[in-house]
């Protein structure tokens, strides 16, 4: 939506990695050395952790991006709980190895030949494992045990693991992992990024899709949002895509700090426990935002928000409707002269129409909210299609 309005060739803060969108924060910079001195050493555990939402999935990508394939043959793992038999299938499959049953020992033997084979034609393996916080400790040595595998004295597979700031603390501290310390050959840990670092990666992301300048972003902004995200890239790019949004839906052509704490306030009150509204309360169509949008990809879920979005159209008409009459039945009372006390109808009147504006003033901020989050649930499932 805010990509048409503001002129712009696509989303400048996807949530999902892109290594077009590569931003060389200072901690970044220094991750990217780490991983090339690590693959040029060609063997061991290179280790990268850093917060979620970090960038080491996007810092990854911009690596992959830049390697020759004919050289690097990269498999990679988004790890859930795995065990040790468990992980030695999942390695095989993502170097596209069919290996039929449970066997582990055959899994094991359809490695190590495809590990020679790309060998003697020249290309060296990397295993990227993300998330690696999430594995069970025998599988962290099977893991090991895959850098033993080489071809005379040339190890077959370099290892890159990436995980959260747990898993640093689970591979220094626990008694177990002894041997995979001592072949960790490089590792760095993803700071946030600076204060100062967050206005050049905004106006970087939005010059990637062609931003003429167009919102503008005011002075006092930048400040802000790196309060509110800490400077974790992610945490930074959901509120630009608010932002955006918002300006977009307000037909602003600036943003300020003033649309960051509104932003703010939405995403507080997302998160806030609902209560039952009291029952005496008038009728009015609850806002979208109080039911968790968790199932992306259900055609159900949307056609029945998209049902509660014209329900709460058509309610939202019939108060205006029913203010424009109490209106014109106000100002036939004032035409006529007539006083308040000589004449009771009047200001129950003037009454009855402050309350539909406050009826319909709340009606309004619940769908400018509700219309927000259906757009935003919308994008970011194509966007997850597309990924």
């Known amino acids: 939506m805010f990509e048409e ?22 901690t970044h910079r220094k991750a990217l050395s780490y991983l090339r001195y690590g693959l040029a050493q060609g063997e061991g555990f290179i280790v990268i952790t850093g917060e979620v939402g970090a960038g080491k999935s996007t810092l990854v990508a911009h690596m ?29 499959q993502s170097f596209g190895l069919p290996v039929e049953g449970h066997d ?6 359809a490695i190590e030949a495809f590990l020679h ?27 090991r045990m895959f850098s033993n595998f080489q071809l005379g004295s040339h190890p077959l597979l370099q290892i890159l693991l990436l995980g959260q700031p747990e898993f640093r603390d689970t591979l220094q501290n626990h008694t177990g992992l002894e041997q995979l310390r001592q072949r960790v050959i490089a590792t760095h840990h993803l700071a946030p990024m600076d204060a100062q670092e967050i206005e050049p990666y905004t106006l970087h992301r939005m010059r990637m899709v062609g931003w003429n300048e167009t919102p503008a972003f005011e002075a006092g902004l930048f400040e802000g949002l790196y309060t509110a995200s800490g400077g974790i890239p992610r945490k930074l790019n959901q509120l630009l895509n ?21 932003v703010l306030a939405e995403m507080a009150s997302d998160n806030a426990t609902s209560e039952p509204a009291p029952e005496a309360a008038p009728a009015q169509a609850a806002p979208l935002a109080d039911q968790p949008v968790e199932t992306a990809g259900s055609e159900a879920l949307e056609q029945a928000q998209a049902a509660r979005l014209e329900q709460a159209l058509a309610e939202r008409d019939a108060q205006i409707a029913e203010l424009q009459q109490a209106v014109v039945e106000l100002a036939r009372a004032l035409e006529d002269g007539v006083g308040a006390q000589a004449h009771p109808e009047l ?12 009826r319909l003033a709340e ?25």
């Open 5 to 26: 309005f503001y002129g712009l060739s696509g989303k400048p803060f996807q949530l999902t990695p892109d290594p077009a969108f590569y931003f060389p924060s200072g």
């Open 104 to 109: 582990k020992a055959s899994a094991l033997g």
């Open 64 to 92: 992959i991006a830049s390697v020759d394939p004919r050289q690097l043959t990269i498999g990679q793992v988004v790890t859930s709980k795995l065990g040790g038999e468990e992980i030695v299938h999942v390695v095989a």
């Open 117 to 143: 084979e790309e060998a003697r034609a020249g290309r060296r393996c990397l295993l990227v494992v993300d998330e690696a916080q999430n594995l069970a400790v025998e599988a962290l040595e099977e893991l």
């Open 347 to 358: 200001a129950a009147l003037r009454e009855r129409v402050a309350q539909l504006e406050t």
């Open 242 to 262: 608010r932002l955006l949004l918002l300006g977009a839906v307000d037909q602003r052509h600036s943003i300020d700090a003033g649309m960051l704490q509104s």
């Open 363 to 387: 009606q309004e901020r619940s769908m400018h909210h509700s219309l927000t989050m259906l757009i935003e649930w919308i994008e970011d499932r194509d966007g997850s299609i597309a990924a």
